[in-house]
């Protein structure tokens, strides 16, 4: 048989999927719509509420602190934390957010930025020193931490919407989602990484399982720990602007809208915030796993 008689007795591949076709779409709106309808309720009962009461309640101190005030007090952690190069580059950073009128923006996003970084931190340490605690424990959560990872960020936006609405919660809640992961595996990672000879002086002397997390394993996991922070901040900034599109203001959302009324100094003053901020931030947070300034 020729290979042309082949060709023509074997179907090309295209046409064998039109023939196969799983309904995906189907089976995953099907899905999507039995968990809106179940637990849309209980979500917005219970979820929203502690969020948004944490928001507020961040964004009133940020508000309330003078503006020259807050300045001050970010430079002065960058030269505590970091160098004085840092503090001075925060001082400008954040005067130069000012001076082009973007220094409210710049306050709800920073008040977004931090109740999620506080959500992530209360659930995802506790759930890597439980990771680094047993091994099946992580096991079972590792797959979905990779999930969490992996998935773009405007997938995140959907459900969040479907569940919670329009508006700043729903943007935290996909915040603190995307931004949880980090902290979960370099929490693991640092403890599970601490030398074994300090493990067993501590058995030795007589340490309790507690005694031995709290005061051997978890201050000599610091570095790696805050090292997950950092990039948990990071991760929490850029879903917080990406949060814009479905109602979540600061920064974000200058940059949303400027882009959609082709406002290009709008977009390109919030661009400008965003970068700064983030610059500013993680300066800052590198340095808290490092060694401290005398």
Not at 84 to 105: C, P, S
Not at 181 to 209: C, D, H, K, M, W
């Amino acid at each position: 048989m020729t290979l042309e008689a082949v060709t023509e007795a074997v179907p090309p591949l295209a046409s064998v999927f039109d023939v196969v076709d799983i309904p995906a779409r189907q089976y995953a709106a099907a899905l999507v719509d039995w968990i809106v309808n179940t637990f849309q309720g209980v979500f917005r009962s219970y979820l929203s509420p502690p969020v948004r009461a944490v928001l507020t309640a961040v964004q009133w101190v940020l508000q309330t602190i003078p503006s020259l005030v807050l300045i001050l007090l970010f430079g002065l952690a960058g030269w505590r934390l970091a160098s004085w190069k840092v503090g001075v580059f925060a001082v400008i950073a954040l005067v130069a957010i000012g001076l082009v009128g973007i220094w409210d923006q710049f306050i709800l996003t920073l008040s977004l930025i931090v109740t999620a970084v506080v959500f992530s931190t209360i659930i995802g340490l506790p759930l890597g020193i439980v990771s680094s605690r047993s091994d099946g424990f992580f096991n079972a959560i590792r797959p979905i931490l990779d999930i969490m990872q992996t998935t773009p960020p405007f997938v995140y936006l959907v459900p969040a919407v479907m569940l919670f609405g329009i508006g700043n919660v729903p943007g935290l809640i996909a915040t603190i989602v995307f931004g949880m992961p980090p902290i979960i595996r370099l929490t693991n990672l640092g403890i599970r990484q601490v030398n074994e000879e300090y493990v067993e002086a501590g058995l030795a002397f007589g340490s309790s399982p507690r005694q031995l997390l709290w005061k051997i394993q978890f201050p000599l996991a610091i570095p790696t720990i805050m090292a997950g922070l950092n990039q948990t901040i990071m991760l929490s900034l850029s879903m917080v602007v990406i949060a814009a599109i479905i109602g979540a203001g600061g920064l974000g959302l200058d940059v949303y809208q400027g882009l959609q009324r082709l406002n290009i100094g709008q977009a390109f003053v919030g661009g400008v915030g965003i970068v700064l901020l983030a610059m500013v931030l993680d300066r800052i947070t590198q340095a808290l796993g490092g060694p401290r300034r005398r």
